[in-house]
T-cell receptor
Framework: DTEVTQTPKHLVMGMTNKKSLKCEQH?????MYWYKQKAKKPPELMFV???????INESVPSRFSPECPNSSLLNLHLHALQPEDSALYLC?????????????FGDGTRLSIL | GDSVTQMEGPVTLSEEAFLTINCTYT??????LFWYVQYPGEGLQLLLK?????DKGSNKGFEATYRKETTSFHLEKGSVQVSDSAVYFC??????????FGPGTRLSVLP
């Protein structure tokens, strides 16, 4: 069982739809991350929140919009996605952003764009 | 920039065989090093970590030692099981940097 919970586990959407991915952790961590993982590849960092403030946006297209409503929750709002956006989206958290702190991952949302 | 290199595999072993997955890194600073495992259909799980030279991380029979002189963090297990079949990622985290993951090594253990 992971301590980072992601919903939904699977999502199929059309290119004109709007949907949101949700991530929740109750470990008191103050850094949260969104990654995108394509098949047989390592995770690619998309966004980093530190103390509920966006600190890194790795040149992600504006059709992905992150939100951190509080220290336990992280959302990723999706709009007008492209077929190449189909991937596993992973959320992670760490105690703080520091070199010695491991990141704890959820099981991900598998997203398919029709 | 920082980078991680690891054998991509796939690595296929028989049950109870000895496992080594090589990992080497390039970093400008003094990074922490991690091994993560990803089972099919799941996220990444932290397997072990080391934060300074000569530290040995260990968990579930897996071990890795932080070797600064060879910039390596090789993963070893004395006797693998079918349940160890997964993808293994070596990663580093440096001051002011994000995680850098290696390409991953797919391990298949046959009964």
């Amino acid at each position: 069982d992971t301590e980072v919970t992601q919903t939904p586990k699977h999502l199929v959407m059309g290119m004109t739809n709007k949907k949101s991915l949700k991530c929740e952790q109750h470990m008191g961590h103050r850094a949260m991350y969104w990654y995108k993982q394509k098949a047989k590849k390592p995770p690619e960092l998309m966004f980093v929140y530190s103390y509920e403030k966006l600190s890194i946006n790795e040149s992600v297209p504006s059709r992905f919009s992150p939100e951190c409503p509080n220290s336990s929750l992280l959302n990723l709002h999706l709009h007008a996605l492209q077929p190449e956006d189909s991937a596993l989206y992973l959320c992670a958290s760490s105690q703080v952003r520091d070199r010695g702190q491991p990141q704890h991952f959820g099981d991900g949302t598998r997203l398919s764009i029709l | 920039g920082d980078s991680v290199t690891q054998m991509e595999g796939p690595v296929t072993l028989s049950e109870e065989a000895f496992l080594t997955i090589n990992c080497t890194y390039t970093a400008t600073g003094y990074p922490s090093l991690f091994w993560y495992v990803q089972y099919p259909g799941e996220g990444l799980q932290l397997l072990l970590k080391a934060t300074k030279a000569d530290d040995k991380g260990s968990n579930k029979g897996f071990e890795a030692t932080y070797r600064k002189e060879t910039t390596s963090f090789h993963l070893e297990k004395g006797s693998v099981q079918v349940s160890d079949s997964a993808v293994y990622f070596c990663a580093l985290s440096d001051y002011g940097q994000n995680f850098v993951f290696g390409p991953g090594t797919r391990l298949s253990v046959l009964p």
